[in-house]
C-alpha cells in the first residue's frame, strides 16, 4: 500500500484514506460506479469529529456532479460542528444478500457501499442554499416543489445545508453469493444465499385535507413492490434530464 | 441541553454526547427501546478517528447484554485502530418510510435509529474470541455454527474481534407519518407516506457439493417475503432462551 496520491482522469485520486485495504478485488474508484451507488441511496451515514469523539449521523443526502449535498435543523450538533471546513466521511451501503457458507469464515454477505472523503462546509449563500433546498426535494421526487406550497423564510432559516465536495471515494463491492472453499464442497453442509431488498410498500394517501386530489404523475417511479434503490436512480436520472433541458 | 450526566437504572446515563438535541419527543434511552432496535439490524455503521480524519465504515455486529461486537481482518484499518480503546459510535438506521408533505420543509422520513458510543477494544483472550467467533454465526443463524465445518487456527488467527461496552446509547424514531402545519391541509396538494422495509428474497441453495442435503429447519426465520428485521429479531430471541436454557 503506497500513500502517494495518483490520479485518474475518470475516477477519484486514490491514496491510504480512501484504498480499499482488504480484498482490493473489490475496491473501485471510477466516477461512474461511485456516483451510480450514491444515486440508488437517500440514506447515508456521516461520520464526524467533535473533540476528537467520532459521531455516526445517519440523514439523507444527494448529489450534483462531485459535490454531497445534506441537511438538517440549523441547530443540530451536526451542522453546528461541520459549518467550517471540517473533514467528514459519508457512507452509503446497499446490502444485497445474506451469504451461508460451509464455514463459519466464509459467511458473508453481498453488498455495495462507497465512502466519500472531503471537507464539509455550510451552505449560506441565499441563492445556493434556496436551490439546494428545491434538490433536496426534487432529486427524490422530480418537478414536486413546483406544486408545493413555498417555502417561508423562517423554513429556510431553521434549515441548514451542507455541501461537500468529494476529495477521494472509493466503492466496495460483494457479489459472489457462496464462495467457499473448494474442499468445503464435499461436505454435507447446507450453503444458501438469501437476497435482500429495500422495497417499497404501498403508498398511504394522507387522508386529511382536500378530497380528490390525485398522485402526480411524476410519482410513477415510486411504485408499490419495487426496490427503492430503482426508483432512486430513476427519479435521479429525471431530474438531471430536466435540468440539462432547461 | 446539560452536559451534567444523569443515571437512569433501566437505561443509558444521559449527557450532552449521546442527548438528542432536536426533536425531543423522539428521543429514547431505555435499555429496552434501545436494544430491541439493535437486535433488529445486523447492519451498522462504526465511526472512528484516525489521525483526525473520520471513518465511516458498513460492517456486520451484535450485542450481548450491554456489550457490542463486531469483527474484520486483522489487517484492517479500523481494526487495528480500534485495538486500544479507541472512542467509538456505532449507529444502526431502520428506515420505515418516505413521507411527502404538502411543503418542502415537512417532508421526510419514519425512521429508527440507534447511536451507541463507547471505547472499542480488540478481543484477544483465546476463550472469548473463539465465543464470539461462534456468536457471529449463531446470533444470525442459530445452532449453525455446530453443523459447519470447524474454525482452523488460521481463520481464528485471520479473524480480529472488536468489543465495545456501551457507555451512552440513544435511540431516536419517528412514526408520524405525514405531518402538514394544519393550515396546509386545505391546500390542493397531494401528500402521502410511501412504507419502505427490507425483505428477504427466495433463499438460493449453492448448487455445487453434495447433493440432498436440506434446509436445516432452524433457517425458518429466513422466510422468503418477511422483512429482514423480524428474522433478526426472532433468531435474536432464539440464540437467547438457547444461551439461557445452557
Known amino acids: 500500500m503506497s500513500d502517494t496520491s495518483s490520479i485518474d482522469s475518470a475516477g477519484y485520486p486514490v491514496s491510504g484514506r480512501n484504498q480499499v485495504k482488504r480484498l482490493h478485488d473489490r475496491g473501485f ?82 453488498y455495495r457501499s462507497v465512502m466519500a472523503f472531503g471537507k464539509a462546509r455550510l451552505v449560506d449563500d441565499p441563492v445556493e442554499k434556496e436551490r439546494a433546498l428545491v434538490m433536496m426535494v426534487d432529486r427524490l421526487y422530480p418537478q414536486r416543489t413546483a406544486g408545493l406550497r413555498p417555502a417561508t423564510a423562517q423554513e429556510i432559516k431553521a434549515t441548514a445545508v451542507i455541501a461537500m465536495d468529494i476529495e477521494q471515494a472509493s466503492a466496495k463491492i460483494r457479489a459472489r453469493g457462496v464462495a467457499d472453499d473448494e474442499q468445503d464442497l464435499a461436505l454435507p453442509i447446507y450453503a444458501e444465499r438469501i437476497p435482500v431488498s429495500m422495497v417499497l410498500g404501498q403508498p398511504e394517501p394522507c387522508r386529511r385535507g382536500v378530497q380528490g386530489v390525485e398522485r402526480p404523475a411524476a410519482l410513477s417511479a415510486y411504485a408499490a413492490g419495487r426496490p427503492l434503490q430503482d426508483a432512486l436512480s430513476e427519479a435521479s436520472l429525471t431530474q438531471r434530464m430536466m435540468a440539462a433541458e432547461r
Do not use: K
Open 29 to 110: 474508484y471510477d466516477h461512474d460506479t461511485v456516483h451510480a451507488l450514491l444515486d440508488a441511496a437517500m440514506l447515508c451515514h456521516v461520520s464526524y469529529v467533535i473533540d476528537g469523539q467520532p459521531f455516526c449521523t445517519p440523514t439523507f443526502f444527494w448529489r450534483e456532479g462531485r459535490r454531497l449535498f445534506w441537511h438538517g435543523s440549523s441547530a443540530s450538533r451536526m451542522l453546528r460542528n461541520l459549518a467550517h471546513g471540517e473533514p467528514a466521511c459519508l457512507t452509503v451501503t446497499h446490502l444485497d444478500s445474506l451469504v451461508l457458507a460451509r464455514s463459519g469464515f466464509n459467511h458473508s454477505a453481498d
